[in-house]
Each structure stands twice: as C-alpha cells, then as structure tokens.
C-alpha cells in the first residue's frame, strides 16, 4: 500500500477485528449476516484510506502497489486456484479463470454445460478493488474539488451497474470498487497524511485520538461501541442483507452506507480501546490478512460442517462460529511467521 504510515497499534487491532469479522462472516452465523456484512468490508476500505497517501514520483507509487499489492495477489490467488487450473486444463477453463484473475472477476457460476462454474480471484477480489481505488485517488485527487467529484463519479457508476448491468451469476472487482470509494477516501482524509484537509482539522483529529487512547475514557469508547453496534444492528435490520463483491448493497445505497459507517466507527472506537495493549499476535495477524483472507475458508470448512450438523439456536450458533472464526485466525500465525522470515513477497515484503 503507498507511503504507509509508522506502525500504529490501534490500527494493528483494528486490522485484527477487521479480520476476525470476515472470517465470521463467512460462516454465515444464523440472523447475524446482515449485521456482519454491513461493515466487515467497509472497515478495510477505510483503514486502507487511512493508510495511504498520494506520492510525489509516479515510479515510487508503482513500486509500492506492485510489490505490497500486485506481487502478493498473484501468488496467493495462483496457489489458491491451481488445483481449478489442472482440473481444467483441457476444457479451456485454466484460461478463463486466468482470464478473470487479471481483470478482477471473483467467480463466474453457469458458465456453460460443460464448465459449470469458472474460479477467479475469489476473496482477493478485495485486493483488486483496492488496487484501482489507489490509482483513481493517486491521479484524481490533486485538490479537493477533484477527489468529490471523482468519488461522486463513483457512485453514479456502481447505481448505474446495478441498475443496467446484470450480474446474477458473477462477482467483480470493478463496480465493487466504485461503491467503496467512498469508504477509502474518507478514511484518507481522516489521516494526518491526507493533504486535502487542513492543518488544524489534522491537528484537532490527532489530538481526539490521542485523548481517545486514554484509559479514563475507555469506558466512554465502549458506550460508544454499544451505542453504534445497536444502530448498526438496526439499519442493517431494516436494509438487509449487503454483498459488496456482487454489487448488492440490500434495500437502500443510503441504509448501507450509514450502517457500514456506524459499524466501522464501532470497530475504530473497540481497536482505540484496546491501544495501550501490545501482541504479537495482533501485529502477525495484521501483516498476514491477506494470506488469512484467501485460505480461511478451507480451514473453517469442516469446523462449520460440525457446528451446522447440530442445528444450535441463533444466540448459540452465533457464539460458536464466532469462537471457531478466532480459532481460525490465530491458526494463521505459524503460517505467517514462516512467510515473514523466508518468504516476506507472499506479505507485500512487511514486517513487524
């Protein structure tokens, strides 16, 4: 991601819940996956926004989306779909799903008779969006006029997708990426790195979070947690459920948005929390989201086959997916830390 700020710890936790929620998303827990999906995408956007800043050389700016973003796609989306190419070798799927790794596509279900389905980039459909949201901000957002405009743009064009363009049988980067603009820039201009806004908007944001960071307000922050969990609850409620990766975003554009706001600042104000609490794991799991973002799946199956077998109330089968989706993520850690001592590229090249 470019120009990365100094490693903040709050920003490690939140990464880590981030993460944690997608991972319970995933499990589609019973009544809970409105609530879930209302945020659990947009939390990364913002964060993302937050971390980046626009660089003054276009060749630095290259570099650092090629080898933190790029490089680390590739490899990962390659070894989760090799088992797809050799299947498929000889039906022409291993090039279609070639085909729709490089220009975003997730999954294409009905294909034909004799490809029922061709696999793309799958949950990295994420990095791909993220990917053409730095770009757009690296060349579009050179005053704050430019950047309005552009994220509006934006907007207009994920209404116009939905709308114009059927999409029941794929997923896409693209249109997913214009409906979360919105997320990645205001998270950038929420940075003390953004140049959009002024100096003494930056000064008075970073003196909130340092005040926030304070152990006598730690009982306001969890209030606040309560307070915007509870309307994020609500709105998703009455909106529904939301699938950014389709181009879904429930009953209302305007529901989602203020319930992914809520559940997002929900998430900042639980990670402000915790700040002053320093883990290891916590920063692995951090460096390692999108190694646990792309093999989740594979390791949950079977914990989920378990827990769906039992046919537990909402309340019960909320609890144990989520603890299964914690289990899941800290199963990750070993793995990380392989990569980050032998091979750093599969991590962006980051460390802790």
Same mark, same amino acid.
Request: glycine share 6%; proline share 4%.
């Given at each position: 991601? &470019?120009?990365?700020?100094? +490693?903040?710890?709050?920003?490690?936790?939140?990464?880590?819940?981030?993460?944690?929620?997608?991972?319970?998303? #995933?499990?589609?827990?019973?009544?809970?996956?409105?609530?879930?999906?209302?945020?659990?995408?947009?939390?990364?956007?913002?964060?993302?926004?937050?971390?980046? +800043?626009?660089? %003054?050389?276009?060749?630095?700016?290259?570099?650092?989306?090629?080898?933190?973003?790029?490089?680390?796609?590739?490899?990962?989306?390659?070894?989760?779909?090799?088992?797809?190419?050799?299947?498929?070798?000889?039906?022409?799927?291993?090039?279609?799903?070639?085909? %729709?790794?490089?220009?975003? $596509?997730? $999954?294409?279900?009905?294909?034909?008779?004799?490809?029922?389905? !061709? =696999?793309? @980039?799958?949950?990295?459909?994420? $990095?791909?969006?993220?990917?053409?949201?730095?770009?757009?901000?690296?060349?579009?957002?050179? =005053?704050? /006029?430019?950047?309005?405009? $552009?994220?509006? !743009?934006?907007?207009?064009?994920?209404?116009?997708?939905?709308?114009?363009?059927?999409?029941?049988? /794929?997923?896409?980067?693209? &249109?997913?990426?214009?409906?979360?603009?919105?997320?990645?820039?205001?998270?950038?201009?929420? =940075?003390?790195?953004?140049?959009?806004?002024?100096?003494?908007?930056?000064?008075?944001?970073?003196?909130?979070?340092?005040?926030?960071?304070?152990?006598?307000? +730690?009982?306001?922050?969890?209030?606040?947690? !309560?307070?915007?969990?509870?309307?994020?609850?609500?709105?998703? #409620?009455?909106?529904?459920?939301?699938?950014?990766?389709?181009?879904?975003?429930?009953?209302?554009? *305007?529901?989602?948005? *203020?319930?992914?706001?809520?559940? =997002? %600042? %929900?998430?900042? @104000?639980?990670?402000?929390?915790?700040?002053?609490? +320093?883990?290891?794991?916590?920063?692995?799991?951090? *460096?390692?989201?999108?190694?646990?973002?792309?093999?989740?799946?594979?390791?949950? #199956?079977?914990?989920?086959?378990?827990?769906?077998?039992?046919?537990?109330?909402?309340?019960?089968?909320?609890?144990?997916?989520?603890?299964?989706? !914690?289990?899941?993520?800290?199963?990750?850690?070993?793995?990380?830390?392989?990569?980050?001592?032998?091979?750093? *590229?599969?991590?962006?090249?980051?460390?802790?």
């Amino acid at each position: 991601m &470019p120009s990365l700020m100094p +490693r903040q710890n709050w920003i490690d936790w939140m990464k880590a819940f981030g993460m944690v929620i997608i991972v319970w998303g #995933h499990c589609f827990p019973t009544g809970l996956t409105p609530f879930i999906y209302a945020f659990s995408v947009p939390v990364f956007f913002l964060v993302s926004g937050y971390l980046t +800043r626009h660089e %003054a050389s276009n060749g630095v700016f290259w570099s650092k989306v090629f080898w933190t973003l790029i490089v680390p796609y590739l490899i990962l989306v390659s070894l989760k779909v090799a088992g797809y190419w050799l299947k498929h070798l000889d039906d022409g799927g291993a090039l279609y799903s070639v085909a %729709a790794i490089l220009t975003g $596509v997730g $999954v294409v279900k009905d294909f034909s008779a004799t490809l029922p389905s !061709i =696999s793309g @980039c799958g949950n990295l459909w994420y $990095v791909y969006a993220l990917v053409l949201m730095i770009i757009i901000f690296q060349y579009c957002s050179r =005053s704050r /006029y430019s950047i309005i405009v $552009v994220t509006g !743009i934006c907007i207009v064009l994920q209404l116009l997708f939905v709308k114009l363009v059927p999409h029941d049988n /794929y997923s896409w980067a693209l &249109p997913a990426a214009f409906g979360a603009m919105p997320f990645f820039v205001l998270g950038h201009c929420l =940075s003390p790195k953004c140049a959009l806004t002024s100096e003494n908007f930056k000064l008075r944001m970073s003196s909130s979070l340092e005040a926030a960071k304070r152990s006598d307000k +730690r009982y306001v922050l969890l209030f606040l947690v !309560i307070v915007l969990f509870a309307i994020t609850a609500s709105v998703s #409620h009455f909106n529904g459920e939301a699938w950014m990766y389709r181009g879904e975003y429930g009953n209302s554009l *305007i529901l989602f948005y *203020i319930a992914a706001l809520t559940g =997002s %600042a %929900a998430v900042v @104000c639980l990670s402000l929390m915790l700040d002053a609490i +320093r883990s290891r794991l916590v920063s692995y799991i951090s *460096i390692g989201t999108l190694v646990i973002l792309t093999f989740h799946r594979d390791v949950m #199956h079977p914990l989920l086959k378990i827990i769906d077998k039992q046919q537990f109330d909402m309340a019960t089968n909320g609890m144990l997916t989520l603890l299964a989706s !914690i289990g899941v993520t800290l199963v990750f850690v070993p793995v990380i830390l392989f990569l980050k001592r032998f091979l750093p *590229i599969v991590l962006g090249k980051r460390s802790v």
